[in-house]
């Protein structure tokens, strides 16, 4: 379900966003596909009780696992640890029905600041949220992007984080709001911050006082309110599982992305069974 702003504006660019949708260790993997073919996105969601039973019976956890090993094996506190475990192998799922893969294959990664990547898939982005009980992965074909999940419950106080989170033009907006809808814009002007952030590979080191968005509709802004951007970036804000908010940041860097991203079909068939041949041969190519 699209949540709608308080003040009843359209989403725009969201049309270029695939809606998320719910997923569990056994799928439903096939949207991964079709919103990658269609919008060059998709973003699913999950709950990390969903996939205790994988972390606490699968016997391939380990290799699953790879880099995060260590980590997951060091994590004292129950909960967290399962937590961490799930939303590794959340992404691992999400991506693998982008690649075709098997999830088992994949080798993920981190940046500087702890963005994932998929090491040696660079034809694909990913991002990962979660708090709470809920976990949030979206991946892109199309150039960056950023999730972000939070409680739709969660007070925001308008007098105690105007002068942190919001711009010149984005405390008007917020002030000539009615009391009670003021709470529930800041929080989606939160998520979608933290979206566009994460899409930046900034995170909270990128001052959300920087940039900003209208309150009736997810668009790029300068502090001054003036247009940011030009059609490169999408947002979009959705309500899943009924009492969380998912906010979604896609650039379009403007290349043509091959649609077909299966792990398969990505090398020349060709070109492989020559280097196939030069191997077979033990000598170098002339």
Partial sequence: MTYTAPTGGQQRGAERIAPP??????????PVREGLARQGNAVVHTTWGEWL????????LRPMLGRDWQRYRGTVDPAARYRFVASRLAVKYTAAAALDA???ELDLSYKIGGRPYLRGFGQIDISLSHTD???????????????DAEPAD????FDLLQGHMCTPAERA?????PAEERGAAMLRLWTLKEAYTKALGQGLRMGFTEFGFDVDGPELLAPDGSRAARGEWAFATHRVL?????????HDSGLDP?????????LDAGFMAAVAEVLDAGCPPA
């Fill in 258 to 266: 091959a649609r077909d991203t299966r792990v398969s079909t990505m």
């Fill in 21 to 30: 949708f719910h997923v569990g260790p056994a799928g439903p993997w096939q």
């Fill in 154 to 157: 969660r007070h925001m106080s």
């Fill in 53 to 60: 039973p994988v972390a606490l019976t699968d016997p391939a």
């Fill in 242 to 250: 009924g009492r969380y908010l998912i906010s979604v940041a896609c």
């Fill in 133 to 147: 009980d809920v976990i949030a992965v979206g991946v892109s074909l199309h150039g960056r992007i950023g999730v």
């Fill in 173 to 177: 907006e917020l002030a000539a709001l």
């Fill in 102 to 104: 098997d999830p088992a």
